[in-house]
């Protein structure tokens, strides 16, 4: 891991355009309305390292992956990756290059393959849209190398995605994203889908490539396990914001802000020290009408009048950085 | 291992017996039977001209004398005719081949145009969604609106009154083509809109975009095949919509003209003779409709039912 930024998020928005039709909004007198998915949310993730975001469903998680490889626009802000702005419209032809550089392993490995395509076809799509072989027996051989890669043989190739199981699918994926020789992989709950036996192959995998290749991960989860398991870097996200950014080890053992030990007393807790678990309390609220001040004020324990009034300001504390009023008043 | 693989590669005829569908099909006698009569038809309706005794459509080669002769086995029949002669003295057995001929070529056309309309709008519609989605799929609800009946009559009128040098014996199949295919594109562009609409928030349609490729190729190579499923259903059950529109099309006189009968043509001329007695000209042609119609929806039913993969 080096020092250098290669993901750079600035003040990303997104809304989502959630309005009835004009004619129901013109006969019920109703104004158009919004969804913020994702709120001013600000990260910078460094070459080589595994940056996780983590929250629960509806957090915003999954639209700042799509944002990030650009399947998405911003409503607001700006994406920086490799020193160069996803949104420049005078860039192009690098923007061009640079989406050889970014890919993405999605959740659902059963629709992430195309259902009437040879995995052989599959895997050469990126080598062939962006060029990087142009002879067909290079192409060939690098779609084994790469299916070798990812521990399936070559002959795998020959065979329909249907023929594998959700793990070797997964791989499958896996040779695809690394098929254009990304710097910059967006993993998306990739092994939410899988069997817990499974997933831990296939992180174990993707930590070996991460290795081997120099890889850097923008990694999804709700799963706090897995998070501990790849992640050097936390981000926990709130409906839209992101609560505490840390490192992994020092999120663990001393987390600060009251979500992420909320979530952190959920999780099942496997030395049997005879903690009791704590369930998590209440629901995550509807983003089209959000609570004021603070977003997890109504779950909060802490919460008091300001956290109802402001909407806090992140700031750092030995190390976390922590968007909460009760802990920047040492209420906590 | 390898070696089992190409040998699975190179012997589809062996997969395609070993398949599912073929299996459903060797099941069902009443299939296999309407699929035999089908493929006959085709074959008869293909080789008209080398099964038939007479080409009805030459005008020159009938005799008015042998007009309404009865079937062969009634008292006047003469083993000539079969199944007897109409007004013109037109071999109804002949007349019958070359007319399934031209029902059959209307029905094929039609149901090609409007599947290629109906599966490009759904696309562009499902695809882009949007403004351009509300304007195709309003253009198709205003379409379901009008009968079909209704846009062959506007069409034959406008191109009657456009262009009154063209003759109507050379208009009239694709005046037939153009009403039926407007009026049944509808149908597959709503059920491709609404496959598309499924398939293209799978993950690896986004893959396909993460690479770059251009919406028109995402849309051709990855969404279209796993939408072609449902089509292939409609448009097997749609040619004998299609051949039944096209009969009753000719049936009220806007269709073929009586000069090169169709199968509908044949039965409005038995139509003025029926009360007369003689019953074979509407009745021969009214049943070769009806087997061909009733081959084709049963194939149809048989395919949505194969391809069901909840049925199974």
Avoid at chain 1, 235 to 263: C, I, Q, W
Wanted: hydrophobic fraction near 45%; proline fraction near 5%; aromatic fraction near 8%.
């Amino acid at each position: 891991m080096s020092d250098t930024i290669l993901v750079k998020v600035e003040n990303l928005d997104r809304l989502f355009d959630v309005s009835k039709p004009l004619l129901n909004r013109i006969i019920e007198h109703e104004k158009r309305q919004f969804l913020r998915a994702v709120d001013n949310l600000s990260i910078e993730i460094k070459q080589g390292e595994t940056f996780a975001l983590v929250g629960e469903s509806g957090s915003g998680k999954s639209t700042v992956a799509k944002m990030v490889v650009g399947l998405l626009e911003p409503t607001k802000g700006r994406i920086e990756i490799d020193n160069l702005d996803l949104s420049d419209k005078n860039k192009v032809k690098e923007l061009r290059q640079m989406r050889s550089e970014i890919q993405m392993i999605f959740q659902d490995p059963f629709a992430s393959l195309n259902p009437r395509w040879r995995v052989e076809k599959i895997v050469s799509e990126p080598i062939i849209a962006f060029n990087l072989e142009s002879e067909n027996e290079a192409i060939i051989k690098r779609t084994g190398e790469l299916l070798s890669l990812v521990g399936l043989a070559p002959s795998d190739g020959r065979k329909f995605p249907h023929e594998f199981s959700g793990g070797q699918r997964q791989r499958i994926c896996i040779a695809r994203a690394l098929a254009s020789n990304p710097k910059f992989i967006v993993c998306d709950e990739p092994t939410s889908a899988l069997d817990v036996s499974v997933q831990a192959q296939i992180l174990n995998l993707m930590r070996d490539l991460q290795d081997k290749f120099g890889l850097t991960f923008l990694f999804i989860s709700h799963d706090l396990s897995v998070v501990r398991h790849m992640a050097n870097r936390i981000g926990v996200m709130y409906l839209g914001r992101l609560v505490e950014v840390a490192d992994t080890k020092s999120l663990f053992k001393n987390p600060r802000h009251p979500y992420t030990r909320m979530l952190l007393d959920a999780i099942p807790d496997l030395e049997m020290s005879g903690k009791e678990r704590k369930p998590i309390e209440g629901e995550i609220p509807n983003p089209i009408n959000p609570p004021t001040g603070c977003t997890f004020h109504p779950r909060c324990p802490l919460a008091n009048e300001r956290c109802k009034r402001e909407i806090p300001a992140s700031f750092n504390i030995d190390g976390n950085e922590v968007t909460c009023h009760a802990v920047e008043e040492g209420r906590s | 291992m390898e070696d089992k693989n190409i040998k699975e590669e190179t012997n589809w005829f062996a997969r395609a017996i070993d398949s599912d569908i073929f299996y459903s099909f060797t099941r069902s006698k009443l299939v296999m039977v309407a699929a035999f009569v089908t493929f006959a038809y085709f074959f008869i309706a293909l080789f008209a001209p080398i099964l038939a005794t007479q080409n009805p459509f030459d005008l020159g080669s009938l005799d008015l004398m042998d007009g309404l002769t009865p079937p062969a086995w009634q008292e006047g029949g003469s083993s000539k005719f079969l199944i007897g002669t109409d007004d013109q003295g037109r071999d109804l057995l002949s007349a019958i081949m070359y007319g399934s001929r031209i029902s059959l070529a209307v029905g094929f056309t039609s149901v090609f145009c409007a599947a290629l309309l109906g599966i490009s709008l759904g696309l562009i519609s499902g695809y882009f969604g949007g403004f351009i989605d509300t304007l195709i799929m309003r253009i198709a609800d205003i379409q379901l609106t009008f009968p079909s009946i209704l846009i062959a009559l506007l069409i034959d009128g406008t191109v009657s009154a456009l262009f009154p040098e063209v003759r109507r014996e050379d208009s009239a199949f694709w005046v037939l083509v153009l009403a039926i295919s407007l009026s049944f594109w509808v149908q597959y562009a709503r059920t491709v809109r609404s496959s598309v609409l499924v398939e293209k928030e799978r993950e690896y349609v986004q893959a396909a975009k993460l690479i770059g490729l251009r919406p028109f190729i995402i849309m051709l190579r990855h969404v279209l095949p796993n939408v072609l499923g449902p089509v292939l259903v409609i448009a097997t059950i749609n040619l004998a919509l299609a051949i039944i529109t096209e009969a009753t099309l000719s049936f009220l006189g806007v269709g073929i003209p009586v000069t090169q009968p169709s199968l509908g043509t044949l039965i409005r001329i038995g139509q003025d003779f029926l009360f007369s007695g003689e019953w074979w000209i509407t009745i021969f042609p009214g049943v070769a409709l009806a087997i061909i119609v009733l081959s084709v929806n049963l194939v149809g039913d048989w395919l949505r039912d194969a391809l069901n993969p909840k049925l199974r």
